[in-house]
């Protein structure tokens, strides 16, 4: 997607806007099925979280993958687009017994985070099937608050209760079919994702009888510059050598191969998206910051500064400009409210439009209305250039007509 390109949708839309490349979208899909999905019997479930625009979770669900829910509303929209039922879990974590009514009724899998949880369900629904988040003791992610995994995390119940949950599902009669991991996001090592994997299998030893086994997702993307892409590569091969060694364990034979799942979210969609921005105002304070100003803000693009997240920034209008330091902000009155730091850009001045990019994960997905900003638009672009509307951005009366005001 180039930089006119870009600027043509911006003209087209207005501006922040969410732009989706396609053609990106459809490359990184690929790379997980024929690099990760080396083993035989893997299947991917999109994580909806990312990105929840009825829209993208249809590209995935129409290119194989499942859907990974953590809310009931993610699985109805899994439904919505056409995902088949059997190809919808449902990770439970603090839900409500109308959450859990609601998503046994429709039939969905759930994924049980936690013994007293596991407990009610059964006493309400035995004989059911259920899958069993376990907590593996093992943590990685690109950044704290994203860790899922690990001795201090919510997430799972603890791997040494497996005896706990197999007495619980004999108790009431409830068939575990798969058990499920999440170590956490945005990792690009290889070490800790193999351990997990070690630890998840040890699991699925202790409980006979299982259709899956739940890897999680967490397959990071370089933000930076300087950082390398995960090797999807060796990584699928080193999963494929474990899962092809635990079967004969398992099984006693090598023709039965136990499903191994995957839950990418970042990955597929994270660089297929940018938030497109004007700028509105520079200042330069006494001491030498020079501030950019944008029509944008955390309440878009939450992750910089909820996180310290780097996202990489590009100046469309000018991108071959004289290097200049700049802080990048947005108009939210908050002190959070920042793209970037010292961040060195193409000479930079009011009406130049930027594109924040790895904007595809977490952006809108994570946005609000806070100061009654409306959320952008949202398009999808083309390898030919034409562009799709997925999102139209809110009037004003759209906003407040939701609070019965007359």
């Not at 669900?61 to 009931?72: L, Q, Y």
């Not at 859990?100 to 629904?125: P, T, W």
């Not at 497996?162 to 070490?191: C, F, M, N, P, R």
């Not at 300087?226 to 899962?243: H, N, P, V, W, Y």
Request: aromatic share 10%.
């Amino acid at each position: 997607m180039d930089n006119q390109n870009l600027i043509n949708m911006a003209r087209k839309y207005g501006t922040p806007l969410f732009t989706y490349d396609y053609e990106t979208i459809l490359a990184r899909i690929e790379e997980l099925k024929t690099q990760i999905g080396q083993y035989e019997n893997c299947e991917f479930l999109y994580a909806a979280k990312a990105n929840h625009n009825p829209h993208i979770v249809k590209i995935m669900v129409e290119n194989g993958f499942g859907v990974d829910a953590v809310s009931i509303n993610e699985a109805k929209v899994g439904l919505l687009v056409g995902c088949p039922l059997e190809k919808v879990m449902y990770t439970e974590n603090n839900i409500s017994d109308a959450e859990m009514d609601e998503a046994h009724e429709l039939g969905i899998l759930v994924n049980f985070n936690s013994i007293k949880r596991l407990h009610k369900f059964g006493q309400k629904y035995p004989g059911s099937k259920i899958c069993v988040r376990f907590n593996p003791n093992v943590g990685a992610a690109s950044h704290s608050t994203n860790i899922t995994g690990g001795p201090n995390s919510k997430f799972g119940i603890a791997y040494q209760y497996v005896e706990d949950v197999k007495k619980i599902a004999e108790q009431y009669d409830l068939k575990i079919v798969g058990i499920h991991q999440h170590i956490g996001s945005g990792w690009l090592t290889l070490e800790e994702p193999q351990l997990a994997l070690d630890v998840i299998l040890d699991i699925a030893r202790q409980i006979p009888g299982l259709e899956f086994v739940d890897f999680g997702g967490g397959f990071g993307v370089p933000y930076k510059p300087e950082q390398s892409r995960l090797d999807l590569q060796t990584l699928g091969a080193k999963f494929k050598e474990k899962m092809d060694a635990f079967n004969l364990e398992y099984y006693g034979n090598t023709e039965q191969k136990i499903k191994l799942r995957f839950e990418p979210g970042r990955y597929a969609i994270c660089e297929a998206g940018k938030l497109i921005t004007e700028v509105t105002n520079t200042k330069t304070t006494p001491e030498g910051k020079t501030y950019v100003g944008t029509n944008t803000g955390m309440n878009h693009l939450i992750r910089p500064a909820l996180y310290g997240s780097y996202h990489g920034i590009t100046n469309l209008s000018n991108p071959e400009g004289p290097l200049k330091t700049y802080d990048i902000v947005g108009n939210i009155c908050e002190s959070a409210d920042y793209f970037a730091k010292d961040r060195e850009l193409p000479e930079t001045t009011p009406g130049d439009l930027l594109s924040i990019n790895n904007a595809g994960a977490y952006g809108t997905a994570m946005s609000s209305l806070y100061h009654l900003r409306s959320i952008p638009t949202e398009v999808l672009i083309y390898k030919d250039g034409t562009d799709k509307l997925i999102k139209p951005a809110q009037s004003f009366e759209e906003i407040v007509s939701v609070y019965n005001y007359k």
